[in-house]
């Protein structure tokens, strides 16, 4: 009878090590949702890459003259502000970056994602980022 | 079965970075996805890392690997100050003290990210706990979200606490010599 235990316990303890240590990673870390009104107004959810822009524009310059205050949900940014070259609209422009009528590339997420910052590698702790 | 198990341990580490058709994120159904950059094609060329986007990012730009702009208006000057801050009441027992490093962050950061509504510039006049950074108040407003997370302890509290003590005595024998 022991011996049985025995025999199911070692496969299952390094399963279970396994899941742990080597689950594939979700969303890029830092990877972010915006979904306060994109699905309420007929739109994708927006995914926001930081490590897309970051390779490209120090923090400051989104977090400072542009303006983004660093947390999400925070920033209540609408089309009219991007078409009028605030926010995300100071590279998307087709200038920088694509314009704002190329709704898809940026209206990217799945349906029913909730606005937050996602992705694996992540700190599980009491966070409210 | 455990080798069945090991492969495919392995095949899930071979890859750090999903592709963003099957990330959980992107909607797999929307045309122009296959137009935006997979991170991998990026990520894999900068310097590692063990967590976060698995790329150190500090090493990236100081290395030239990645050239990212300060400025998109040209109102924001360079600011770099090379200035590390040992931050005591941070370590106690076997917990290190804090060496907050100016470089690292002003070479991503303008002064005002931090000063002086996270942080005041004068050294001991900004009290925090972990639990509040753990909260993402803070150090925590960017470590965890989008800066290394916050499992790293190590990378903050890397000065041991009889280090902390010879570097505070030596402050206190250069301020007031002959004591």
Redesign the interface.
Known sequence: MNRNCHNWRT?LF??VV?LL???????????V?LNEHSEAEGM?PV?F????H????????C????GFK??VGSNHVSMENITAGEFCG??HNGE?AWAAD?C??CH????G?KTG??G????L????? | MTIVLLAVSVTAVASNWKKLSNDGLHDPGNPALKLLQNPEESLRVLPPDTTGNMVDWIRALQNGDIEPRSTIKGEVEEEILDLDVLIMGTGAGSVPFIRFPHKAHTEWLACSNCHEHLFKSEVGATEFTMMQILNGEYCGVCHGAVSFPLTECNRCHSVSPDEAARIQKAKVMEEKPGE
């Open positions: 496969p390094l399963a396994i240590t080597a689950w594939p990673v979700q969303a890029e870390y830092a990877d949702v994708r995914i890459s930081h490590w897309f970051r390779i490209r524009f120090k923090c400051k310059v977090h400072g003259e542009l660093m947390r100071a590279c920088i190329q898809d590339l990217s997420g799945k349906p994602l910052i996602q694996g590698h992540e700190t702790g009491p966070g409210i980022w």
